[in-house]
C-alpha cells in the first residue's frame, strides 16, 4: 500500500475525487470584478454556518479576498465547464461576456445554480496553500437548476442519480421482520460519471 510518490502522481491519485466546482469572486481594491476557479470548496459547521476553500498562496485573487475581506460562492452547473476553465487561466479577462451582478461580497455570476455570501473568519497557511475559512451571512439557489457541474481526473461532467441497486434486489421484507427489514429499501444516491 504505502509507495513513494512525485507530485504528479499525488495530483493524478486526487483526481480520481470526484468534486463539484465554484468561483469565487470578489471586488477587487478599484472596484473590479475577480474570481477564480475552485473545486476545493467544503462546508465546515452548520452552527454557525462555516465554510473553507484553499487558495494557492501564489493566488493574485487572494490578495484582493485579503484586502475585502468579503466574497461570494459561486456554485458551477453542468453546462459551465468553459467557464470554469476561463476562471483558471492567466491574463485574460475573465468576466468578459459573463453575465454578472454585483453584490456586497462580490460578483455573483447569473447562471451559477447556487450563491453564498461569506465574510473571512480566519487563515491557516498549510503547505503551498492558504486554507480561508468564512462565515457565510446570505444565500440563494437555484431551484430550477439542472445538474452540477463535476470535476474528476481533470475533466468536466455531471451528475445524475442512480436507480438504488441495493433496493432493486432487495428481497420483500419477511413476514413479522419489523422495523429493520425496511433497512434494505431506504432509497440511497450514487453517482455516475458522464464523461
Ligand atoms: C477545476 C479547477 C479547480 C481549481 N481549484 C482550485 C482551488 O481549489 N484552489 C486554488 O488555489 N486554485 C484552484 N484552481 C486553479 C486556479 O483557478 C488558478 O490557479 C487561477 O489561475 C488562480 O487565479 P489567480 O492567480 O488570479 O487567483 C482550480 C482550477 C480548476 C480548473
Redesign the pocket.
Known amino acids: 500500500m504505502v509507495a513513494p510518490f512525485d507530485a504528479t502522481e499525488f495530483r493524478r491519485a486526487l483526481g480520481y475525487l470526484p ?1 463539484g ?1 465554484t468561483v469565487i469572486t470578489t471586488t477587487g481594491r478599484f472596484g473590479q470584478p ?1 474570481g ?6 467544503v462546508s465546515v459547521s452548520l452552527q454557525p454556518p462555516l465554510v473553507m ?4 498562496n ?5 490578495i484582493d479576498l485579503r484586502e475585502s475581506g468579503r466574497f461570494c460562492v459561486n456554485i458551477l452547473g453542468a453546462d459551465q465547464g468553459q467557464l ?2 476561463r ?4 491574463d485574460v479577462d475573465r468576466f468578459a461576456g459573463v453575465p454578472w451582478t454585483g453584490s456586497a461580497a462580490g460578483p455573483q455570476l447569473c447562471d451559477a445554480i447556487a450563491w453564498m455570501s461569506c465574510a473571512i473568519e480566519a487563515e491557516h497557511v498549510a503547505g503551498d ?1 492558504v486554507i480561508v475559512i468564512a462565515q457565510v451571512n446570505g444565500l440563494r439557489v437555484n431551484e430550477d437548476a439542472a445538474a452540477p457541474l463535476v ?1 474528476h481526473r481533470g475533466g ?1 461532467g455531471s451528475f445524475s442519480a442512480a436507480a438504488d441497486p441495493v433496493a432493486a434486489t432487495a428481497a420483500p421484507p419477511r413476514r413479522g421482520a419489523g422495523a429493520g427489514a425496511s433497512v434494505l429499501s431506504t432509497a440511497t444516491r450514487t453517482a455516475s460519471w458522464r464523461p
Do not use: E
Not at 476553500?53 to 494557492?56: D, L, S
Not at 501564489?58 to 487572494?62: C, E, P, V, Y
Open positions: 468534486t466546482v475577480v477564480m476557479a475552485c473545486n476545493s470548496f476553500f484553499c487558495a494557492g501564489g493566488s493574485a485573487t487572494l470554469c476553465r476562471f483558471s487561466v492567466k496553500h470535476f468536466f
